[in-house]
């Protein structure tokens, strides 16, 4: 087990205390002019009537964050549809999915601010397994403002998981992807996010009441490849585990250069882009140049405020530091369908992934995940199948001692089931912090059994900070 400084989470708790004051503020904000009030704004039209289900959500949302229930709800960075609609980068969830944040103005600016750090235990059990105790952690400004005919917007989101977690990761049975020291791969381990996840800018033009164009440009940010990434979905956000489905799905939501360009009409957005496909080196605190040599498309489809749907296909050059010579054609589809109760909300998160290695196998992977948040307390569950080629080679041993070389790139059918809870126990003005636990077992073929242990249990226990 690994130790980190304990100073480390008190500048974590730390800048999200301190960003309480400036989410506060957006309470004393004057109201807009009433010219302003009775135009709609070029990029964002205001609707015929007021819609309810948009309005609904906002107060549904702003009560599941802890915040006002009346705060100024920021408009939506890419089309003229409600801001509960967008995730991360540009991707799409349903409109009615909760949206935590603290919206407020500053000038023309409309602004969200949104945060959250975990201290986490973690045991993972078996002869592969490990603890650590490490934490888990983002902080998310972003806005927008009219901009001639449009709207013109930015995106920042920053992490102190290089610090909080270290280069190695922390303990994941069955998770592989990049590296810790440019050298070594990561395998029963999942990487710590960089200290820049996303720095973007975005503008929209509208072309008539229900249609736009938009374009995101950012180092880092976001392709439009994939379902929204798993910490911007509430079915996973309360979980502190990655999936193991990640590097199938959305392992691109931190790619060091970015150029999307979408179209979007009613519930429909079409969008391509240009990135890097190298995924982020070792080094987590500085910026990496941008080498576009990949695209990807996607489109996606919201027939009703509860459902979204995407599918997504992108050619990786060079993803893996350690692999140079293999490219990856990605291919993705998910569903996502959000229910709001009284006082709650269930959202439940099916996808698929392959990856199509050049040279080299092509391999599967499978997701659902669902959470169900009612009140102070959410449930959360994952299961997952996958096809995973990269579990051996590394100089590991299995449980009596001998070399795993010889199954060095053979794919294993492998899954993984987990559940747990929350229970949020404590408001104070914008932050609420709550507790949790959850326990996931590890499905593996019989002749993993020497390397992993017979269904080897593991389990995390959290104390959870949000903004």
Do not use: C
Request: no cysteine.
């Amino acid at each position: 087990m690994r130790e980190h400084h304990p100073i480390v989470f008190a500048v974590v708790a730390a800048a999200l205390w301190l960003a309480v004051p400036l989410a506060a503020q957006h309470q004393h904000d004057p109201p807009p002019p009433p010219e302003e009030q009775a135009e709609p704004r070029p990029a964002q039209p205001a609707p015929a009537e007021p819609a309810p289900p948009a309005e609904e959500h906002g107060e549904h949302a702003a009560a599941e964050a802890g915040g006002d229930a009346h705060a100024h709800a920021i408009p939506a960075f890419y089309g003229p549809y409600p801001m509960t609609r967008e995730s991360s980068g540009t991707a799409w969830q349903p409109e009615s999915a909760p949206h935590p944040g603290h919206h407020f103005r500053r000038g023309d600016w409309d602004l969200m601010l949104h945060g959250q750090a975990a201290l986490i235990y973690d045991e993972q059990d078996g002869p592969r397994g490990d603890s650590d105790l490490f934490s888990a952690n983002m902080l998310m400004l972003m806005g927008n403002r009219p901009a001639g005919r449009g709207r013109a917007g930015f995106r920042a989101m920053l992490s102190a998981e290089p610090w909080t977690i270290g280069d190695e990761g922390y303990p994941l049975l069955l998770q592989t992807g990049e590296t810790a020291d440019g050298r070594t791969p990561l395998v029963d381990r999942q990487h710590p996010h960089d200290l820049f996840m996303e720095l973007a800018g975005t503008y929209t033009l509208p072309l008539d009441g229900d249609s736009s164009v938009f374009v995101y440009l950012a180092l880092p940010g976001e392709p439009a490849l994939g379902p929204p990434a798993f910490m911007h979905r509430f079915s996973g956000w309360e979980n502190p585990e990655a999936p193991l489905a990640h590097h199938w799905l959305d392992s691109t939501h931190i790619t060091y250069g970015v150029a999307t360009l979408g179209w979007v009409r009613d519930g429909w957005k079409l969008e391509g882009s240009l990135f890097t496909g190298r995924e982020p080196d070792e080094r987590r605190e500085d910026l990496e140049g941008p080498k576009m040599d990949s695209w990807s498309l996607r489109a996606s489809w919201q027939p009703a405020p509860d459902w979204s749907f995407q599918v997504s296909h992108g050619r990786l050059e060079s993803p893996e530091q350690l692999e140079p010579d293999v490219d990856t054609a990605r291919t993705t589809a998910s569903a996502i369908y959000n229910r709001r109760l009284a006082g709650g909300t269930w959202q439940t998160t099916f996808a698929w992934g392959r990856n199509a290695k050049d040279p080299g196998e092509t391999t599967d992977a499978l997701l659902l995940e669902s959470a169900l948040g009612r009140g102070r307390h959410t449930v959360f569950a994952r299961a997952e199948r996958l096809e995973n080629d990269e579990l051996f080679g590394h100089g590991h041993e299995d449980g009596n001692g001998h070399g795993e070389d010889h199954l060095e790139g053979r794919i294993f059918t492998v899954g993984k089931l987990t559940l747990g809870g929350l229970d949020d126990f404590w408001t104070r003005g914008a932050l609420r912090a709550g507790a949790g636990a959850l326990v996931s077992v590890a499905l593996l073929p019989r002749e993993l059994g020497e390397t992993y242990g017979d269904t080897p249990l593991s389990w995390m226990v959290f104390a959870r900070l949000r903004l």
